[in-house]
């Protein structure tokens, strides 16, 4: 089974847009018979996302830190592992994880993207993340990385570890 990991925001409201791409990435999560891996929580767009993989069919692993399951955050979840905190969960992501997909999200999410990044070049394991560029949410995260490997701060392979998808179909083709 295909185990995607979903980094994205825990916030709300969000705009309409934003939860409309993580309600269809779940659905069609599901509908593949994937297994969602995310961060636990019953906020935000990892609520839309694992809810919409749950009503297509599918499953979900929840990873989520005692801290934010004690502040009574913890979703329902299909399979939950507990962590002692935020780098514990990113390490269990990763193990659990075929490849990643970012959705709008925070610091956190920058956390994740770049955590997962920077294993991957140095060679701990060999998933990317996708940044779905919803609404042109990643456009300056782009910017900032292409500027970062022209002054030669990154690898010249970092687009085999941080990839886009502007559409729907190219996240899909990238991530199945």
């Known amino acids: 089974m295909r185990s995607i990991g979903v980094f994205c925001s825990s916030r709300t409201p969000l705009r309409a ?72 969960r990113k390490a269990a992501m990763i193990r659990e994880a075929d490849v990643f997909v970012a959705l709008p999200g925070g610091v956190g999410t920058l956390d994740e993207i770049f955590t997962v990044a920077a294993d991957s070049t140095l060679g701990y394991h060999d998933r990317a993340v996708v940044l779905y560029n919803v609404g042109g949410y990643w456009d300056a995260t782009r910017t900032m990385l292409r500027r970062m490997a022209e002054e030669g701060m990154l690898p010249a392979d970092i687009a085999e570890h941080i990839k886009y998808a502007d559409i729907e179909d190219s996240l899909y083709s990238l991530i199945f």
């Open 17 to 88: 847009d934003y939860t409309e791409a993580a309600r269809r990435l779940g659905s069609e999560i599901g509908r593949r018979g994937a297994r969602l891996v995310y961060g636990g929580s019953k906020c935000g767009l990892m609520k839309v996302t694992a809810d919409a993989v749950h009503a297509a069919g599918g499953k979900t692993l929840g990873i989520i830190p005692d801290r934010l399951r004690e502040r009574g955050l913890q979703d329902d979840c299909d399979f939950t592992f507990y962590t002692a905190d935020l780098s514990d």
